[in-house]
């Protein structure tokens, strides 16, 4: 049997732990902790595409671990952090499932994942090709996170998560998306950040909380 390379192996192991910290965000219902996870997600995914570009020696990946470590490490934790604080929002509500049930789904979910990403391991030529099944379970996961969830912060750092693993299957299944794409992402995250920042706090003064049962009861008396 041929040892991986070290470089492969520290890429698999950060993908290992990509896995587990979403696991770890879909348990959590602190949210100060949960965008703590979410920057530490970030941090991986920065170091993976540091170490992508060494092995490969496409700058374009140093460019993207760059963008990485400025808006998902540094800039979007700091944002959402501010807005906890404005807010005052720092635990979640009850979910719409308990955590046992939620962690079985969690489970099935990857599982799932696994399935369905092997016929697309299979046609990649990237030596990272083993990743994206995790690639893929990280993406379900966060979307798990964001419909059993009720209040909107928990709801938005899912949905970043969502598509940290879109930008790790991307990298796993082709070493990256070109540089124009991943410009106009970045962009897209960062202007949907600051207006859901201002959704937010209209959401507040409206309401008095961030409960998306609100929205439920609105609709009900309409």
Not at 109 to 134: C, D, E, K, W, Y
Not at 203 to 216: A, T, V
């Amino acid at each position: 049997m041929i040892a991986l390379p070290w470089d492969l192996q520290v890429l698999n192991t950060l993908a290992a732990l990509l896995l587990l910290l979403s696991f770890a965000m879909l348990s959590q219902r602190r949210i100060v902790t949960l965008v703590n996870l979410l920057a530490l997600q970030g941090a991986l995914l920065c170091i993976a595409t540091l170490l992508l570009a060494w092995r490969t020696g496409d700058h374009n990946l140093y460019v993207s671990a760059g963008l990485t470590l400025g808006l998902k490490v540094i800039f979007l934790p700091w944002l959402l952090h501010r807005l906890i604080r404005r807010l005052g929002v720092y635990w979640d509500t009850e979910p719409l499932l308990n955590m046992t049930a939620t962690m079985l789904v969690g489970v099935l979910v990857v599982i799932f994942a696994f399935g369905l990403a092997q016929p697309i391991s299979a046609l990649a030529s990237t030596a990272t090709r083993n990743s994206i099944g995790i690639a893929v379970a990280v993406i379900f996961i966060a979307f798990l996170t964001m419909i059993t969830r009720r209040k909107a912060m928990s709801q938005v750092v899912g949905f970043l998560s969502m598509e940290n693993g879109l930008f790790f299957g991307a990298m796993s299944a082709t070493y990256g998306m070109p540089m124009v794409v991943e410009l106009g992402v970045a962009l897209d995250v960062l202007v949907a950040m600051l207006v859901l920042g201002v959704f937010f706090f209209q959401i507040r003064e409206q309401f008095d909380n961030l409960d998306l049962k609100n929205f439920e009861t609105l609709k009900e008396n309409q």
